[in-house]
C-alpha cells in the first residue's frame, strides 16, 4: 500500500515526498482511514512506529477541506521536545499546503508564543502546563476547535498531567473528534476515554519487541563502578554516538561533570533545563558535535535521532516499556546498535522482569568485587569464567604450596626435603662438603629424607627466629628509636637540671621542692 492509496490531496502528497514516504506504516494503515471518516480513535502503539502520521496527516488534510477559520485541532504532548517534533512534521509535510502551527511549550518565549496564538494559526501544539498559563493571559478562543489528539497518553497520566488534561478538555467544545495515542493502556487511560470520546474505534498494534540488530548486554555491579566501567565500554568498542539514560535529573548532571572530567565530551538534558538549553544539546548531539548525551526518559520517547550506535541503561528502567522504549533509539533503520544496562543489588527485581521479555535475549555477565580503574577490560570477556580461573589457579597453587610443606615418603620426597634443606640452611653445608671432596653418607641421606632426625641434630641446625621472638626484636627496635628521637627535642635549662640531678628520668622532681632543688647546684 502507498499514500497515495488514500486519496489524499495533491499538497500533503507533495509533503510526503519530501520527507520520502512513500508507504504507510501499519499503525498510519489503519489509522488513517478511520480518522479520515471522522470517527474517535485508540491506539495502541509504541514510539518507532509512526503515530505521528497516523494523526498529523489525516488531520491536515481535512483542515485543508474546511473554512480553515480560528483554531481547528489541539494536539497535547507529555514533553517539549516531543511536542517541537510533531509541529517540525506538521510543518514538513503542510509546507505545500500552507498549514500553520504554533507550539505552546515550557521553557520557550512566552510572548512569541502569545503573539503566534493572537495571529491565529490552524494547529496548536502544546503540553499541559504551558497551554494553562498562556489561557491566564491570553483569551484562548477554542470556539472553533474540531480535532483534539492525547499523544503518550500513558506518560502524561505517569507525569501527573491528568488534572491539567481534564480542566483543557473542559474548554472545548463537546462535538469534536478526539484522538487518543498511548504505549501502554492501563485502567486510567480507558477510563479518561470512556469520558471523553464517543464510541471509539480501536487499533492495536503489536507490542514491539527490542530489534534483533540490537545486541543486548548487562552489567552486575556495584554504583561505584560504573563510570570506570563507561570508560572501559567506550575505549574497548567502536561506537560514534551514545544515549546514557539515568533515573533522576540531579544523577544526569552529576553523571555529564564526570564524563567531561574524564575527557569524554557529553551534554544532558532533562526537565530543569531551560528549552534553550535543551534544544542547543540535542541539537549538538543530532549534529555529531559531540557524542554522549546524558539524558533522563524525556529523549526515550517519540524523539527522533537517527544513527544511535549505543544506548547506556546507568540506571535500570522502571518498567519492562520503558526498557523498550530506550532501547528502541538504536538499531533503527536497518542499522545494528548496542544496548548496555548496568544492574545494582537494588534494581535485581526490577531487571528480573526486563529479562522476562518474550524473546528478549540479553547476555548478563557479573563484574569482579575487585573492578576498576586500573582493571583489565574487553568487551568479550566472560568474567564469570574468569572468576573461575582464578579461583582454580589459586586452589591449586595452594596445594602445591602445601605439597611443599607436607613432603610425603611417596614420589616426590627428594624435592620435598630439599625445599626444607633450602629454609634450614643444609644446602650450603652440602655443597660445602661437596667443594671439599667429602663424600656423602648415608647419614646425610637420612638427614636429608627428613629421616632418623633426632634432638642432637637439631641443636646444631641454625634455627630461624621464632615469630614471638622477632616482636620482641622489633619492638626493642622501636623503642631505641622513639629514644633517639627524644634525645632530639630541646630540654628547657630548667628540665634538664632536674633531670641531671635524678639522672635515671628525663622528668623534674614533682612539687616546690622539686624546683628549688633544680636551682641548687650538685655537689
Keep these: 500500500m502507498k499514500f497515495t492509496d488514500f486519496n489524499l490531496s495533491d499538497e500533503i502528497i507533495a509533503g510526503l515526498n519530501d520527507l520520502q514516504f512513500k508507504e504507510p506504516t501499519p499503525v498510519q494503515e489503519q489509522a488513517i482511514p478511520i480518522v479520515a471518516e471522522g470517527k474517535d480513535l485508540i491506539a495502541a502503539a509504541q514510539t518507532g512506529t509512526g503515530k505521528t502520521g497516523a494523526f498529523v496527516i489525516p488531520i491536515m488534510e481535512r483542515v485543508l477541506k474546511s473554512d480553515r477559520k480560528g483554531i481547528k485541532a489541539l494536539i497535547l504532548s507529555p514533553t517539549r521536545e516531543l511536542a517541537t517534533q510533531i509541529d517540525e512534521q506538521i510543518f514538513a509535510i503542510g509546507y505545500h499546503a500552507g498549514i500553520t502551527s504554533a507550539t505552546v511549550i515550557g521553557g520557550s518565549d512566552f510572548s512569541q508564543q502569545a503573539k503566534a496564538l493572537k495571529a491565529g494559526v490552524d494547529i496548536i501544539v502544546a503540553t499541559p502546563g504551558r497551554l494553562i498559563d498562556q489561557t491566564k493571559v491570553l483569551g484562548v478562543d477554542f470556539?472553533?476547535?474540531?480535532?483534539f489528539v492525547l499523544d503518550e497518553a500513558d506518560r502524561m497520566l505517569d507525569m501527573g498531567f491528568l488534572p491539567?488534561?481534564?480542566?483543557?478538555i473542559s474548554w472545548i467544545p463537546e462535538k469534536r473528534q478526539t484522538l487518543l495515542f498511548s504505549a501502554t493502556m492501563p485502567n486510567e487511560i480507558k477510563k479518561l476515554a470512556g469520558s471523553i470520546m464517543n464510541?471509539?474505534?480501536?487499533?492495536?498494534?503489536?507490542?514491539?519487541?527490542?530489534?534483533?540488530?540490537?545486541?543486548?548486554?548487562?552489567?552486575?555491579?556495584?554504583?561505584k563502578q560504573k563510570v570506570d566501567l563507561v570508560k572501559k565500554i567506550f575505549d574497548d568498542i567502536k561506537w560514534d554516538s551514545c544515549i546514557i539514560f539515568t533515573s533522576t535529573k540531579k544523577g544526569t548532571d552529576e553523571l555529564q561533570r564526570l564524563l567531561k572530567r574524564e575527557g569524554i565530551k557529553a551534554v544532558s538534558i532533562h526537565g530543569d533545563r531551560t528549552q534553550d538549553e535543551r534544544n542547543k544539546a540535542l541539537q549538538a548531539f543530532k549534529n555529531g558535535q559531540v557524542p554522549v548525551i546524558v539524558a533522563t526518559?524525556?529523549?526515550?520517547?517519540?524523539?527522533?535521532i537517527k544513527e544511535v550506535s549505543m544506548i547506556i541503561n546507568y540506571d535500570v528502567p522502571n518498567?519492562?516499556?520503558d526498557y523498550v522504549h530506550r532501547i528502541g533509539r538504536t538499531g533503527r533503520y536497518d542499522k545494528s546498535g548496542i544496548a548496555v544496562t548496568f544492574v545494582s543489588k537494588r534494581d535485581s527485581r526490577t531487571f528480573s522482569q526486563i529479562e522476562r521479555i518474550k524473546g528478549n535475549k540479553i547476555k548478563t555477565l557479573e563484574l569482579p568485587q575487585n573492578f576498576g580503574e586500573s582493571s583489565d577490560f574487553s568487551w568479550d570477556d566472560d568474567f564469570k569464567k574468569s572468576k573461575q580461573s582464578k579461583k582454580s589457579k589459586t586452589s591449586s597453587s595452594d596445594q602445591s604450596d602445601q605439597k611443599r610443606q607436607r613432603p610425603s615418603s611417596t614420589n616426590g620426597q627428594e624435592e620435598a626435603t630439599k625445599q626444607s634443606e633450602d629454609d634450614s640452611g643444609k644446602k650450603s653445608k652440602k655443597s660445602t662438603a661437596k667443594s671439599n671432596g667429602q663424600p656423602t653418607t648415608s647419614s646425610d641421606k637420612k638427614d636429608r629424607s627428613g629421616k632418623g632426625k633426632d634432638n642432637r641434630h637439631k641443636k646444631d641446625t641454625p634455627s630461624k627466629p621464632d615469630k614471638a621472638q622477632e616482636d620482641r626484636l622489633r619492638k626493642e627496635q622501636a623503642q631505641k628509636e622513639k629514644i633517639a628521637e627524644l634525645e632530639k627535642v630541646a630540654i628547657p635549662p630548667s628540665i634538664s637540671k632536674a633531670a641531671e640531678r635524678n639522672k635515671n628520668s628525663l622528668k623534674p622532681a614533682k612539687g616546690v621542692w622539686g624546683i628549688i632543688k633544680s636551682f641548687i647546684p650538685k655537689l
Excluded: H
Excluded at 143 to 147: F, H, I, K, N
Excluded at 164 to 168: F, L, P
Excluded at 203 to 218: C, G, L, Y
Design 143 to 147: 470556539s472553533s476547535l474540531e480535532y
Design 164 to 168: 491539567d488534561m481534564k480542566k483543557i
Design 199 to 223: 464510541n471509539p474505534e480501536l487499533v492495536e498494534i503489536e507490542r514491539s519487541k527490542p530489534s534483533q540488530s540490537v545486541e543486548q548486554r548487562a552489567y552486575k555491579l556495584r554504583s
Design 297 to 304: 526518559d524525556v529523549l526515550a520517547r517519540g524523539i527522533d
Design 319 to 321: 518498567n519492562t516499556d
